[in-house]
T-cell receptor, first 116, second 112 residues
Framework: ETGVTQSPTHLIKTRGQQVTLRCSSQ?????VSWYQQALGQGPQFIFQ???????GRGNFPPRFSGLQFPNYSSELNVNALELDDSALYLC???????????????FGEGSRLTVL | RKEVEQDPGPFNVPEGATVAFNCTYS??????FFWYRQDCRKEPKLLMS???SGNEDGRFTAQLNRASQYISLLIRDSKLSDSATYLC?????????????FGRGTQLTVWP
């Protein structure tokens, strides 16, 4: 396994609610990226955290927010849930060095969110 | 226009068959290319990188054509265990984020 763990694995929410998803990165990794994968689609980049700061963001509204903690674990928060937020949310960790692209991403098994 | 386009399939082939997947990308500045494999209801896992000169890993061969902005994956002697979704992935030049652009994936089913 990759050593990246996510929780919860499955959850059901209703429209307008808020959700927090958690991710523990692989030991030695300092960067966490979050992706959203809708059914039948490839994963879409939400944002990345490096050294506890957002380090790039995809085309997602501000109601998608996140945190990275000193131990490099991370949270993804989604406010005001919409039906289209139903998806598999994937966390990926990697090691970012000073030179740039951080190399292979290792994905967790994901959190499957259903919004009713 | 999507960054990465893939034929979603599905491809249904018998064991032992050879199957090829194709993918195109829109950004000519793209720098790095990969194929990921995703089993049903699981996370994506790196299958192989794709190099300009083409590269092979056992039964898998990946090719890159920068002029046509085209990537391919060839699987020879298909096994039942090859059944999965294959995702084409691109990273842009200058991206220090390691942001991956995924295609929607091509579904492969290998039958006995």
């Amino acid at each position: 396994e990759t050593g990246v763990t996510q929780s919860p694995t499955h959850l059901i929410k209703t429209r307008g609610q808020q959700v927090t998803l958690r991710c523990s990165s692989q030991s030695g990794h300092n960067t966490v990226s979050w992706y959203q994968q809708a059914l039948g689609q490839g994963p879409q980049f939400i944002f990345q955290y490096y050294r506890e700061e957002e380090n790039g963001r995809g085309n997602f509204p501000p109601r998608f927010s996140g945190l990275q903690f000193p131990n490099y674990s991370s949270e993804l928060n989604v406010n005001a849930l919409e039906l289209d937020d139903s998806a598999l949310y994937l966390c990926a960790s990697s090691l970012m060095t000073g030179g740039g692209y951080g190399g292979e991403l290792f994905f967790g098994e994901g959190s499957r969110l259903t919004v009713l | 226009r999507k960054e990465v386009e893939q034929d979603p399939g599905p491809f249904n082939v018998p064991e032992g068959a050879t199957v090829a997947f194709n993918c195109t990308y829109s950004n000519s500045a793209s720098q790095s290319f990969f194929w990921y494999r995703q089993d049903c209801r699981k996370e994506p896992k790196l299958l192989m990188s794709v190099y300009s000169s083409g590269n092979e890993d056992g039964r898998f061969t990946a090719q890159l054509n920068r002029a046509s902005q085209y990537i391919s994956l060839l699987i020879r002697d298909s096994k039942l265990s090859d059944s999965a979704t294959y995702l084409c992935v691109v990273v842009d030049r200058g991206s220090t984020l390691g942001r991956l652009y995924f295609g929607r994936g091509t579904q492969l089913t290998v039958w006995p």
